[in-house]
T-cell receptor, first 117, second 111 residues
Framework: SQTIHQWPATLVQPVGSPLSLECTVEGTSNPNLYWYRQAAGRGLQLLFY??????ISSEVPQNLSASRPQDRQFILSSKKLLLSDSGFYLC????????????????FGQGTRLTVV | DQQVKQNSPSLSVQEGRISILNCDYTNSMFDYFLWYKKYPAEGPTFLISISSIKDKNEDGRFTVFLNKSAKHLSLHIVPSQPGDSAVYFC??????????FGKGTMLLVSP
């Protein structure tokens, strides 16, 4: 069975410090990988998605970056955190080759609560 | 520009009654719709989905209705249970694409 691991669960970082959140998926190959952020009153906002190693698409301009060094590994980074980067970050994966009538379900990790102070 | 809208931030229902969560979308190219349930400090979990070629999909206590002409979908939970209390996110996708989520509706089911 497929599982997704995301860590750490909580993180408190000072403004200006770097960030690295890691996500790994097991039990599947060549998944689509996603980073979402849930900020207060703003629902789930897609930050990045990747359809393969080294392939990253950014949905919104921001202070963050993403990398996919291996097929089932997705990393969210920042060189210098801002207060506005605080939020609940979620990694997710889905099967490749989506479309109408197919299962486009995305499976989420447990999330990382990031507080920038 | 929010393409998926959940206009009710919260909903309170008594146990045993029906919960109806609503979702509107603006992009007519969306062809697949999903509902996710999220507890605090956890990732969302998939609940139920519907393809644009259907107008209803049922799974146990959960039924999703799709009205394409109105660009509206709804999730019905019957009967509602206290364990259903969570935030419910509506999501949509078009073809091979990412999911676009609404802001969520917090459902509180009281005993």
């Amino acid at each position: 069975s497929q599982t997704i691991h995301q860590w750490p669960a909580t993180l408190v970082q000072p403004v200006g410090s770097p960030l690295s959140l890691e996500c790994t998926v097991e039990g599947t190959s060549n998944p689509n990988l996603y980073w979402y952020r849930q900020a207060a009153g703003r629902g789930l906002q897609l930050l990045f998605y990747s359809v393969g190693i080294g392939q990253i698409s950014s949905e919104v301009p921001q202070n963050l970056s993403a990398s996919r060094p291996q097929d089932r590994q997705f990393i969210l980074s920042s060189k210098k955190l801002l207060l506005s980067d605080s939020g609940f970050y979620l990694c997710a994966w889905s099967v490749q080759g989506l479309g109408a009538g197919k299962n486009t379900e995305a499976f989420f990790g447990q999330g990382t609560r990031l507080t920038v102070v | 520009d929010q393409q998926v809208k959940q206009n009710s931030p919260s909903l309170s229902v008594q146990e045993g009654r029906i919960s109806i969560l609503n979702c509107d979308y603006t992009n007519s190219m969306f062809d697949y719709f999903l509902w996710y349930k999220k507890y605090p400090a956890e990732g969302p979990t998939f609940l139920i989905s519907i393809s644009s070629i259907k107008d209803k999909n049922e799974d146990g206590r959960f039924t999703v209705f799709l009205n394409k002409s109105a660009k509206h979908l709804s999730l019905h939970i019957v009967p509602s249970q206290p364990g259903d209390s969570a935030v419910y996110f509506c999501a949509a996708s078009k073809g091979y694409s990412t999911l676009t989520f609404g802001k969520g509706t917090m459902l509180l089911v009281s005993p």
